[in-house]
């Protein structure tokens, strides 16, 4: 079945370390999204990519950084700069080019949390 | 800017009634694309129902309808005969369609709203 793959479902990250939450798709979408959800706060946009090699910051990039060197995989790394890291993680992917009517497809989220 | 609000933070039922959720929003862009998607206790965002901002019909699908109102910026969604399967939160989002604009190709989520059915 076609879908998205967030992995791990849980993480924890130590102070001052940066941790990778991965992100695999296998819908043959081109644009690829991350998401933040904290509670009473809904969902924000971290990053966003329309195209393999290309990416853009969304509302909250700050402590962030992705790569997008395949077009199935769009890695999100939570740095040592991000000081409150804890929340949900979505991906979400979707396709690309007239998008606005496309919905996007979601991944099951990771939790990461702070020791 | 785009922004979307949903005011009902949390809503408990009793199973088979009927439940509105409700979602107004803002935004300048001229064509825009509105969402409703269910997040379940597992955590995936589930898709239920796109709807542009020239078409006003309403729209019902089983137990779901939806409420389209331009002239109140208003995106409603009610839900008839709730059922303990129906407890999740709704999430209500936007999507302005101004190519070369800001707000192309991103979707803006209001807060949502928990919703619980009790038996």
């Known amino acids: 079945d076609g879908g998205i793959t967030q992995s791990p479902k849980y993480l924890f990250r130590k102070e001052g370390q940066n941790v990778t939450l991965s992100c695999e798709q296998n819908?043959?979408?081109?644009?690829m999204y991350w998401y933040r959800q904290d509670p009473g706060q809904g969902l924000r946009l971290i990053y966003y990519?329309?195209?393999?090699?290309?990416?853009q910051k969304g509302d909250i990039a700050e402590g962030y950084s992705v790569s997008r060197e395949k077009k199935e995989s769009f890695p999100l790394t939570v740095t040592s700069a991000q000081k409150n890291p804890t929340a949900f993680y979505l991906c979400?992917?979707?396709?690309?080019?007239?998008?606005?009517?496309?919905?996007?497809?979601f991944g099951d989220g990771t939790r990461l949390s702070i020791l | 800017a785009q922004k979307v609000t949903q005011a009902q933070t949390e809503i408990s039922v009793v199973e088979k009634e009927d439940v509105t959720l409700d979602c107004v929003y803002e935004?300048?862009?001229?064509?825009?694309?509105l969402f409703w998607y269910k997040q379940p206790p597992s955590g995936e965002l589930v898709f239920l129902i796109r709807?542009?901002?020239?078409?006003?019909q309403n729209e019902i699908s089983g137990r779901y309808s939806w409420n389209f109102q331009k002239s109140t910026s208003s995106f409603n969604f009610t839900i008839t005969a709730s059922q303990v399967v129906d407890s999740a939160v709704y999430f209500c989002?936007?999507?302005?369609?101004?190519?070369?604009?800001?707000?192309?190709?991103?979707?803006?989520f209001g807060q949502g709203t928990i919703l619980t059915v009790h038996p």
């Open positions: 979400a992917s979707s396709i690309a080019g007239d998008e606005g009517y496309k919905p996007q497809h």
């Open positions: 989002a936007l999507r302005g369609y101004n190519a070369g604009g800001t707000s192309y190709g991103k979707l803006t």
């Open positions: 819908l043959n979408h081109d644009a």
């Open positions: 709807r542009n901002s020239f078409d006003e």
């Open positions: 990519s329309q195209i393999v090699n290309d990416f």
């Open positions: 935004t300048r862009d001229t064509t825009y694309y």
